[in-house]
């Protein structure tokens, strides 16, 4: 009766003001005016509308957006797969996206896609993205670690600043006459040339020091500590020259640089002491308010303005606002991850679409241009590389160190093109000369990478041989794991030593990576702390000594891969939820890519989620995949065989499990045995079986599945 009241109500007063839209409707209809009646009678095209639409400024945006993501996504990629810094790519693709490369093989879409009237669409877009990037910048720098190594730090880094900045303004009075644009004083062409040879970027540098994994090597802490005394001395001097070349002369600049100190002793000594309060009553998310969140923002967009009226540009009033925030540095993180998604992901590869399309790369038309651009880079190189190895080995640094800090320094990448940017839209830097220094950029920073590899190569002894005979050495069996979740590596750290308990020698070694952006982490060593501490107080229980590995990760995948690769007996990991599992569309596409990839196999099951797939698809060694559901403690082992004799899978074990162990082993070969299973703490399934007697897996019950690949070596 309730049920049916309340349709009755419904139906009346939709019912009743429907009937009072239409009677206001038909009223309203007398009185359209003559030129309303035509205008509806004219009709409505849906081509030309569409059109419109396509045209319109906020579609133009967005599709430039989704294009700019996707191919700095890609190009990226690759770089990761040559070896070099993902920003790299970012970098490339605002070159392939410009007038270099679309807008000279397919001017057609280049016009459509990015049309002139959208460039200063594109242009604050992007700058909000670099206000926001020299905020974090400025949070990153670690000025207590300043504090601590200052002195070598700060020798090597300023030598490595006025040792090319003399170069480039060196350079500049040879390529005045060509280069400078018409009305440009040689004091601010000079400078902005200077100050291009000497940057380093700071987060571009961090990232390559963490991801070789030296971020805890004496010349790793240096080398890092060197781009933030760079990074600091380097924004200053470019704030004083922006002044310079804004005023005209120095004298007359000296107005605007005594504004900035005023500015500067403003924020240090009376906006910091009020953030450091608010950031020691507020270092945690439960409390942290959007009002504070707002107050914070405030100071940024405050402290931006502020530089961008002085005359030493918004970025630098950013970088600062930064540099003020509170040492806390649960707060500072906190502050970093609601930033850095929208600024790296979204934003920031708007400035380098944005510098891709001011970066003509054919304008560059004749060989002596060329041979000027090589010029240019070989000046770079020299003062940058060698300022820095040079002042690293006066310090007493040796010759393999000071040349890896040289290799490092020499990065500029986004920082760089940041200063460019700057100096062009002063209208100190030409097209051409802005072209050629975009391509030293580049080249500075791709060389990076290699540099190290072979300072390595040349600086690795060669091995010396033990003995030539005698006793044969005993096997060593090496074991890898890969852990995400720290509780996942006690677990697979416990199943290492049930299966390979009885075996002689094992080298094990536990790896975690930490798939972060281009900024550090704070406090990365408490967090790998925090990530391995389950497994090394696992390892002392068992009395089973533990390696760790931990670094940064653009792709995870492929550095697990590549570290399991190094002479690895098995590799042991977690599994994870496949994306194609859980939901009707999921599903759809998971069937969709594997029929595309034409990869159908035992291996390849939708119960493994894709990273698994991937991982076991390009490894030769066997890799055990755990599907942990609650495992405590490991007492049995059931081993389903699919009824051969020579089964890799029994044969490897029989080698290597743990003679107190119980092994189980089923023979699947009469089908009235499945409905008997045993119930054990684990089970450890082949492919085989995995495949073939799927469906029986729900009979058991385990708390874990051990599913071990195919590719077993003998």
Same mark, same amino acid.
């Given at each position: 009766?309730?049920?049916?009241?309340?349709?009755?109500?419904?139906?009346?007063? %939709?019912?009743?003001?429907?009937?009072?839209?239409?009677?206001?409707?038909?009223?309203?209809?007398?009185?359209?005016?003559?030129?309303?009646?035509?205008?509806?009678?004219?009709?409505? +095209?849906?081509?030309?509308?569409?059109?419109?639409?396509?045209?319109?400024?906020?579609?133009?945006? &967005? =599709?430039?957006?989704?294009?700019?993501?996707?191919?700095?996504?890609?190009?990226?990629?690759?770089?990761?797969?040559?070896?070099?810094?993902?920003?790299?790519?970012?970098?490339?693709?605002?070159?392939?996206?410009?007038? $270099?490369?679309?807008?000279?093989?397919?001017?057609?879409?280049?016009?459509?896609?990015?049309?002139?009237?959208?460039?200063?669409?594109?242009?604050?877009?992007?700058?909000?993205?670099?206000?926001?990037?020299?905020?974090?910048?400025?949070?990153?720098?670690?000025?207590?670690?300043?504090?601590?190594? @200052?002195?070598?730090?700060?020798?090597?880094?300023?030598?490595?600043?006025?040792?090319?900045?003399?170069?480039?303004?060196?350079?500049?009075?040879?390529?005045?006459?060509?280069?400078?644009?018409?009305?440009?004083?040689?004091?601010?062409?000079?400078?902005?040339?200077?100050?291009?040879? $000497?940057?380093?970027?700071?987060?571009?540098?961090?990232?390559?020091?963490?991801?070789?994994?030296?971020?805890?090597?004496?010349?790793?802490?240096?080398?890092?500590?060197?781009?933030?005394?760079?990074?600091?001395?380097?924004?200053?001097?470019?704030?004083?020259?922006?002044?310079?070349?804004?005023?005209?002369?120095?004298?007359?600049?000296?107005?605007?640089?005594?504004?900035?100190?005023?500015?500067? !002793?403003?924020?240090?000594?009376?906006?910091?002491?009020?953030?450091?309060?608010?950031?020691? =009553?507020?270092?945690?998310?439960?409390?942290?308010?959007?009002?504070?969140?707002?107050?914070?923002?405030?100071?940024?967009?405050? $402290?931006?303005?502020?530089?961008?009226?002085?005359?030493?540009?918004?970025?630098?009033?950013?970088?600062?606002?930064?540099? %003020?925030?509170?040492?806390?540095?649960?707060?500072?993180?906190?502050?970093?991850?609601?930033?850095?998604?929208?600024?790296?992901?979204?934003?920031?590869?708007?400035?380098?679409?944005?510098?891709?399309?001011?970066?003509?790369?054919?304008? *560059? +038309?004749?060989?002596?241009?060329?041979?000027?651009?090589?010029?240019?880079?070989?000046?770079?190189?020299?003062?940058?590389?060698?300022?820095?190895?040079?002042?690293?080995?006066?310090?007493?640094?040796?010759?393999?160190? $000071?040349?890896?800090?040289?290799?490092?320094?020499?990065?500029?990448?986004?920082?760089?093109?940041?200063?460019?940017?700057?100096?062009?839209?002063?209208? !100190?830097?030409?097209?051409?000369?802005?072209?050629?220094?975009?391509?030293?950029?580049?080249?500075?920073?791709?060389?990076?990478?290699?540099?190290?590899?072979?300072?390595?190569?040349?600086?690795?002894?060669?091995?010396?041989?033990?003995?030539?005979?005698?006793?044969?050495?005993?096997?060593?069996?090496?074991?890898?794991?890969?852990?995400?979740?720290?509780?996942?590596?006690?677990? *697979?750290?416990?199943?290492?030593?049930?299966?390979?308990?009885?075996?002689?020698?094992?080298?094990?070694?536990?790896?975690?990576?930490?798939?972060?952006?281009?900024?550090?982490?704070?406090?990365?060593?408490?967090?790998?702390?925090?990530?391995?501490?389950?497994?090394?107080?696992?390892?002392?229980? =068992?009395?089973?000594?533990?390696?760790?590995?931990?670094?940064?990760?653009?792709?995870?995948?492929?550095?697990?891969?590549?570290?399991?690769? #190094?002479?690895?007996?098995?590799?042991?990991?977690?599994?994870?939820?496949?994306?194609?599992?859980?939901?009707?569309?999921?599903?759809?596409?998971?069937?969709? *890519?594997?029929? #595309?990839?034409?990869?159908?196999? @035992?291996?390849?099951?939708?119960?493994?989620?894709?990273?698994?797939?991937?991982?076991?698809?390009?490894?030769?060694?066997?890799?055990?995949?755990? !599907?942990?559901?609650?495992?405590?403690?490991? #007492?049995?082992?059931?081993?389903?065989?699919?009824?051969?004799?020579?089964?890799? !899978?029994?044969?490897?074990?029989?080698?290597?499990?743990?003679?107190?162990?119980?092994?189980?082993?089923?023979?699947?070969?009469?089908?009235?045995?499945?409905?008997?299973?045993?119930?054990?703490?684990?089970?450890?399934?082949?492919?085989?079986?995995?495949?073939?007697?799927?469906?029986?897996?729900?009979?058991?019950?385990?708390?874990?599945? &051990?599913?071990?690949?195919?590719?077993?070596? #003998?």
């Amino acid at each position: 009766m309730k049920h049916l009241k309340t349709i009755l109500i419904y139906v009346l007063f %939709i019912g009743f003001f429907t009937l009072l839209i239409f009677i206001f409707l038909k009223g309203g209809k007398k009185l359209e005016s003559q030129d309303a009646v035509k205008s509806v009678q004219t009709g409505w +095209n849906f081509f030309d509308s569409f059109l419109s639409n396509l045209a319109h400024p906020l579609s133009v945006l &967005l =599709l430039q957006i989704a294009s700019i993501i996707l191919v700095a996504r890609l190009l990226s990629w690759i770089c990761k797969k040559l070896d070099q810094p993902a920003v790299i790519g970012e970098i490339a693709a605002g070159i392939v996206l410009g007038p $270099s490369l679309l807008g000279l093989y397919f001017p057609g879409i280049f016009n459509t896609l990015f049309p002139e009237s959208s460039f200063s669409n594109l242009q604050f877009l992007s700058q909000i993205g670099l206000i926001l990037f020299m905020f974090v910048i400025g949070m990153e720098l670690d000025l207590k670690v300043l504090k601590n190594q @200052a002195n070598e730090a700060v020798v090597v880094s300023h030598v490595s600043i006025i040792f090319p900045f003399t170069l480039g303004i060196g350079l500049a009075y040879f390529l005045y006459n060509t280069f400078a644009p018409i009305g440009v004083p040689f004091l601010s062409f000079g400078l902005f040339l200077g100050i291009s040879m $000497s940057i380093t970027a700071f987060p571009v540098l961090a990232r390559i020091v963490q991801e070789k994994g030296i971020h805890k090597t004496p010349v790793g802490t240096i080398a890092i500590t060197c781009a933030a005394v760079d990074d600091i001395t380097a924004w200053s001097l470019l704030a004083m020259v922006i002044a310079i070349v804004k005023a005209g002369s120095f004298l007359s600049s000296l107005t605007t640089i005594a504004m900035a100190i005023v500015y500067v !002793v403003f924020i240090l000594k009376l906006v910091k002491p009020f953030l450091k309060r608010i950031g020691d =009553l507020h270092a945690s998310r439960d409390n942290l308010s959007k009002p504070i969140v707002a107050i914070f923002f405030l100071v940024l967009i405050g $402290s931006a303005y502020l530089t961008e009226i002085i005359g030493i540009h918004a970025l630098f009033g950013a970088f600062m606002a930064g540099v %003020i925030m509170p040492d806390n540095q649960k707060f500072k993180q906190i502050l970093i991850d609601k930033i850095e998604d929208v600024a790296l992901v979204l934003l920031l590869p708007l400035f380098f679409v944005y510098t891709g399309l001011r970066t003509q790369i054919g304008l *560059l +038309n004749d060989f002596r241009l060329w041979i000027m651009c090589g010029l240019i880079v070989s000046v770079a190189v020299i003062g940058k590389f060698g300022g820095s190895t040079i002042a690293a080995r006066i310090m007493g640094q040796r010759w393999k160190e $000071s040349l890896t800090i040289g290799a490092l320094m020499n990065t500029r990448g986004l920082v760089e093109l940041v200063a460019l940017n700057i100096g062009y839209d002063l209208g !100190v830097l030409n097209a051409e000369m802005f072209t050629m220094l975009v391509i030293m950029a580049l080249i500075t920073t791709v060389m990076t990478a290699p540099s190290l590899a072979l300072i390595e190569k040349i600086a690795r002894k060669k091995p010396t041989e033990i003995s030539q005979g005698g006793e044969k050495k005993e096997e060593t069996y090496r074991i890898l794991i890969s852990f995400g979740n720290p509780e996942m590596g006690r677990v *697979l750290l416990q199943l290492i030593y049930r299966l390979f308990g009885s075996y002689k020698k094992q080298n094990i070694t536990a790896l975690h990576l930490f798939t972060g952006s281009l900024f550090t982490r704070f406090k990365l060593d408490e967090y790998e702390k925090d990530s391995f501490g389950p497994i090394i107080n696992e390892s002392k229980k =068992l009395n089973l000594p533990v390696q760790s590995i931990f670094k940064v990760s653009e792709s995870i995948n492929d550095d697990i891969v590549e570290e399991a690769e #190094k002479s690895y007996d098995i590799l042991m990991i977690g599994m994870g939820q496949s994306i194609y599992e859980g939901s009707l569309l999921g599903r759809f596409f998971g069937f969709f *890519l594997r029929l #595309k990839s034409l990869r159908w196999n @035992a291996r390849d099951h939708f119960l493994l989620d894709e990273r698994t797939n991937d991982i076991i698809t390009r490894l030769k060694i066997p890799v055990g995949i755990l !599907v942990n559901k609650g495992l405590i403690d490991i #007492k049995t082992v059931l081993l389903i065989k699919t009824g051969y004799q020579d089964d890799p !899978v029994s044969e490897y074990f029989q080698r290597f499990v743990d003679i107190n162990l119980i092994i189980k082993i089923v023979d699947f070969t009469f089908a009235e045995q499945r409905n008997r299973l045993p119930a054990s703490d684990l089970n450890v399934i082949s492919p085989e079986g995995w495949k073939e007697y799927g469906d029986i897996i729900g009979h058991l019950s385990p708390a874990s599945v &051990l599913i071990l690949h195919a590719s077993l070596k #003998k």
